[in-house]
């Protein structure tokens, strides 16, 4: 097979991570070799990252909650950055493009449609600037300093404030009491759709016992996180993944 191809996640607390196997299916069909490790680093990751590419690293995808400070490292126009390229250390954002591809493969109608985006971490923030293409972006967060500085970054974003939603996406790592009174005051459209990007993660559970949308409109992070890994993967080798398959394997659980 040739050289081995190193390769990571990083973030805190994702010793669950699905990646290394998406990955090694991945790199199986392209006949490529590599390692792909879960990096679960306590703080501020940037000394790690240099050092894993120095050491002779191929790529790092980066989840929560480093996503915003990776981004103000190694780019000078991303807001959030969940994958990186070296020599030299260069960031991109595939999870906007990752959460359509998902939406299509799953014949989610979201162009011009009103899309709330709960939750605007580093994935929130990607996110609503892919989708802002083609939808109507509305923002909701805890911090109304984040939603001010994005409507005014982008005044096409707005603030929720009552509209009709066709999909609610959610990106908050959890929900509290707050939040799901929240929940209870948006107005959902009769067909509305809930995609939590997260998977493994009490939100999944806490979306299905609010029943706020039926069953068959209630969807989880994993077609995301595939999408999203296959663009990753394209940028490293130069090579798409067909990515069908391992969502299929997630969905039967035997990945």
């Known amino acids: 097979m040739g050289v081995k191809h190193k390769l990571g996640v990083v973030g805190k607390g994702?010793?669950?991570?699905?990646?290394?196997?998406?990955?090694h299916h991945f790199a199986k069909d392209a006949g490529l070799d590599i390692s792909y490790e879960v990096f679960d680093i306590d703080?501020?990751?940037?000394?790690?990252?240099?050092?894993?590419?120095?050491?002779?690293?191929?790529?790092l995808n980066i989840t929560k909650p480093f996503k915003e400070v990776v981004?103000?490292?190694?780019?000078?126009?991303?807001?959030?950055?969940n994958c990186l390229s070296s020599k030299p250390i260069k960031a991109y954002t595939t999870d906007g493009e990752g959460?359509?591809?998902d939406l299509i493969s799953k014949e989610i109608h979201f162009k011009g449609k009103n899309i709330m985006i709960f939750g605007l971490g580093g994935a929130g923030i990607a996110v609503a600037n892919f989708l802002d293409k083609f939808s109507n972006v509305l923002l909701f967060n805890r911090s109304q300093t984040k939603i001010e500085s994005m409507?005014?970054?982008?005044?096409?974003?707005?603030?929720?404030?009552?509209?009709k939603i066709d999909i609610l996406i959610s990106c908050a790592k959890g929900l509290d009491v707050n939040a799901v009174d929240f929940f209870d005051s948006v107005n959902l459209a009769i067909d509305a759709c809930i995609y939590d990007i997260n998977y493994k993660n009490e939100t999944n559970?806490?979306?299905q016992e609010l029943e706020k949308v039926?069953?068959?409109n209630l969807f989880t992070g994993?077609?995301?996180?595939?999408?999203?890994?296959?663009?990753?993967?394209?940028?490293?080798?130069n090579n798409a993944p067909k990515t069908t398959y391992i969502k299929e394997l997630i969905d039967n659980e035997r990945l």
């Open 14 to 23: 994702i010793l669950y991570s699905l990646s290394p196997k998406i990955h």
């Open 71 to 81: 981004a103000s490292r190694f780019s000078d126009n991303l807001e959030s950055a």
């Open 43 to 59: 703080s501020q990751p940037i000394d790690f990252i240099e050092e894993f590419f120095e050491l002779g690293g191929k790529g």
């Open 151 to 163: 409507v005014k970054n982008n005044p096409s974003f707005s603030k929720y404030d009552g509209e």
């Open 99 to 101: 959460l359509i591809n």
């Open 205 to 207: 559970l806490l979306f």
């Open 214 to 216: 039926k069953p068959e």
């Open 222 to 237: 994993e077609g995301m996180l595939v999408e999203q890994a296959a663009l990753s993967f394209k940028i490293w080798f």
